[in-house]
């Protein structure tokens, strides 16, 4: 089964607030993460990384934060546009460089 | 910089063809991995390719196959399709002698099968 899974289907917020999409993973051995931006009709984008001897990586506008603990990532985005708008994935991967393993996805809505 | 491309960008077969697709990995990319991506989910991981050899293979049946050239490109086959092979299929490529692990995806190949 999947490694990885999120916990939202859709998520809506107003244009300029912030987003946090979350995902939880299962393996344990996972040491990559990344999250993955794909709009209709377009392959995944790339967003942000994080290995997992990190807790927190920012990017432009956008945050992600591992829990190994809970087993727990999150991709947090400040200031939502609507170029924003899109189904958000999380993936992670046992490392070297091993298929990537996805979860279902978080359809993100900004509302105006 | 080119990035990944993919070829074609639309196909349509009958249950029971066979389909190649084609993927050029990122400039400086030596690793080229496969996924099929059914509507509404995420991608699944069919197989990679490094050093013109399967290096790695998720579960999908024999009728999934691959090449990957001298040049780096790859050719994703698929024999006997099913209605069910139905899906985006997408490329990615990254630089596998490195471990550099972050994939770029090109923008898929949608496989109809009727």
């Known amino acids: 089964g999947e490694s990885v899974g999120l916990h939202l289907p859709t998520l809506s917020v107003q244009e300029g607030d912030n987003s946090i999409i979350n995902c939880a993973y299962s393996n344990s051995a996972s040491d990559y993460f990344i999250w993955y931006k794909q709009e209709s009709g377009k392959g995944p984008q790339f967003i942000i990384d994080?290995?997992?001897?990190?807790d927190k990586r920012q990017g432009q506008r956008v945050t992600v934060l591992l829990n190994k603990t809970v087993k727990h990532l999150s991709l947090q985005i400040a200031a939502t546009q609507p170029g924003d708008s899109a189904v958000y994935f999380c993936a992670d991967t046992g490392g070297g460089a091993d298929g990537l393993t996805f979860g279902k996805g978080t359809h993100l809505i900004i509302q105006p | 910089d080119a990035g990944v491309t993919q070829s074609p960008t639309h196909l349509i077969k009958t249950r029971g063809q066979q389909v190649t697709l084609r993927c050029s990995p990122k400039?400086?990319?030596?690793?080229v991995s496969w996924y099929q991506q059914a509507l509404g989910q995420g991608p699944q991981f069919i197989f990679q390719y490094y050093e013109e050899e399967e290096r790695q293979r998720g579960n999908f049946p024999d009728r999934f196959s691959g090449h990957q050239f001298p040049n780096y490109s790859s050719e994703l086959n698929v024999n006997a399709l099913l209605l069910g092979d139905s899906a985006l299929y997408l490329c990615?490529?990254?630089?596998?002698?490195?471990?550099?692990?972050?994939?770029?995806f090109g923008p898929g190949t949608r496989l109809l099968v009727l």
């Open positions: 990615a490529s990254n630089i596998g002698q490195t471990y550099q692990e972050t994939q770029y």
């Open positions: 994080i290995r997992s001897n990190m």
């Open positions: 400039s400086g990319h030596d690793t």
